[in-house]
């Protein structure tokens, strides 16, 4: 869904005395420990000020799939019990894993490092989206963001092509951690906005095929390997299942997987190169079945998808179990022995949906992505698109990474006096948020709900 450029809009989260009542009427609702408002200052990072001057978006505009209906409102999930007094605060962090003792003679085995689901948000397509990483980090009180995701510009072959400049702050964030992964989408074709015609876009592939479009991707895996970042992954002809792009791949399935195996052929035969190739057709049936568009398990690494909330009316179950859903995914990349991942996900249709939110992070926990990377411009977003203050809420408390949360160790927890539910409470703690063991035992993240969160401007 994202567009090439994908300039995303800006903001202060400005919170009326509607969003208010309903932010905290969702704190005190099932599933939500009794929530309390926090000082004027709490004790948290500084909340960043994303950069003032937004850039116009593109429109984007996806075909509702045919299986969208009117559904009931989603079923609360269960309330989480709140600590009793006197009773030790546990630790939120996931156990160590067990290691058998080394012999007494030896050297002692090190304690397994567990790491950090990788995500991140696409935040902007050139330098400006590297420099908004941190803040977003901080947003999130300093989580361990590992995934920094672009989009080469689709215009012209010589942007196709990975220009030095554009690749170099991407190349230099990756390499400053070891753990980061930078995810790149490679239009297929120039023009790839452009309405370019099912007849043209048939010759179009059939000239890929052919290779004639071979130097452009050879140009760009020669940079990617130059700029340091050969292991990146690359969302190669993304949705192409539906109508918005010219390397879509319905006018000739075909002609389609010859070119996508032609394309990773020419970008694995250039020395130095450790490239992930992602296959990510959009959510649904759209205009023609991915099935159909899928090259081969020997061209694809990682089994994607684009996963919105839309159409309107779909309730999340349906997003799973409709043809071609998020189930349809699981299970085909399970048939074919690879991992999945989801490039793209956010809200759409539906609006300020905190359900859908909570329901896309308890599937991710459940099935394990490679990565996932929010689409935070609106109308997806929940960070600089300041329109979803109840997304926002759940987002944020899933993944908000205390600096000074305790470990799991042999030391017991001192106990602590809980806080009563009022108005004016002390500025320590929070309200668990019951969102699964993925988010729950994170290394560095305290999933939590803090009022603070959605009552501070950003």
């Known amino acids: 869904m994202a567009p090439q450029h994908g300039w995303t809009r800006t903001g202060r989260l400005a919170v009326t005395a509607v969003t208010v009542a309903a932010a905290m009427a969702l704190t005190s609702a099932p599933g939500f420990a009794a929530g309390t408002v926090r000082p004027a200052h709490p004790p948290l990072p500084p909340l960043p000020t994303p950069v003032t001057t937004p850039s116009p978006l593109p429109s984007r505009v996806t075909t509702p799939s045919p299986s969208a209906a009117k559904v009931p409102a989603a079923t609360p999930v269960p309330v989480v019990t709140p600590v009793p007094a006197a009773t030790p605060v546990p630790s939120v962090s996931k156990p160590p894993k067990q290691v058998p003792s080394a012999p007494a003679t030896g050297t002692p085995a090190p304690t397994p490092r567990e790491e950090t689901p990788a995500y991140g948000a696409f935040l902007g397509s050139g330098a400006l989206g590297v420099a908004r990483i941190a803040s977003f980090s901080n947003w999130l009180g300093g989580a361990d963001v590992r995934v920094g995701h672009t989009y080469l510009p689709g215009d012209r072959w010589s942007n196709i092509e990975g220009e030095p400049d554009f690749l170099g702050v991407w190349a230099d964030w990756r390499g400053a951690k070891d753990n980061r992964m930078f995810v790149l989408n490679v239009p297929m074709q120039e023009r790839n906005e452009e309405n370019v015609s099912d007849a043209a876009v048939r010759v179009l592939l059939r000239q890929g095929a052919a290779g004639e479009f071979d130097q452009h991707f050879r140009v760009l895996a020669q940079r990617l390997v130059a700029a340091k970042v050969p292991d990146t992954v690359l969302v190669l002809g993304w949705e192409m299942n539906g109508t918005t792009y010219t390397h879509r791949c319905g006018p000739d399935p075909e002609a389609w997987k010859n070119y996508w195996k032609r394309i990773v052929t020419v970008m694995r035969s250039v020395p130095g190169q450790r490239f992930r190739f992602d296959f990510a057709p959009s959510r649904g049936l759209d205009a023609v079945p991915w099935t159909r568009c899928y090259p081969g398990d020997d061209t694809v690494d990682i089994i994607g998808m684009d996963a919105y909330d839309q159409p309107r009316g779909l309730s ?143």
């Open 316 to 458: 999340f179950d349906e997003q799973v179990k409709e043809p071609y859903g998020l189930q349809a995914q699981v299970d085909f990349a399970k048939s074919h022995g690879k991992p999945i991942s989801y490039p793209e996900w956010g809200l759409f249709r539906n609006g300020d949906n905190p359900v859908y939110m909570r329901r896309m992070l308890a599937w991710m926990d459940q099935h394990k992505p490679v990565y996932n990377t929010l689409t935070d411009y609106c109308p997806h977003g929940v960070w600089e698109c300041n329109r979803y203050s109840l997304s926002s809420l759940v987002y944020r408390s899933a993944l908000f990474s205390s600096a000074s949360r305790p470990t799991a160790s042999a030391t017991p927890v001192t106990p602590v006096t809980p806080v009563t539910p009022v108005l004016r409470p002390p500025a320590t703690g929070c309200s668990p948020l019951d969102t699964g063991d993925w988010l729950q035992h994170w290394p560095g993240v305290l999933t939590c709900l803090r009022p603070e969160s959605w009552l501070r401007a950003r």
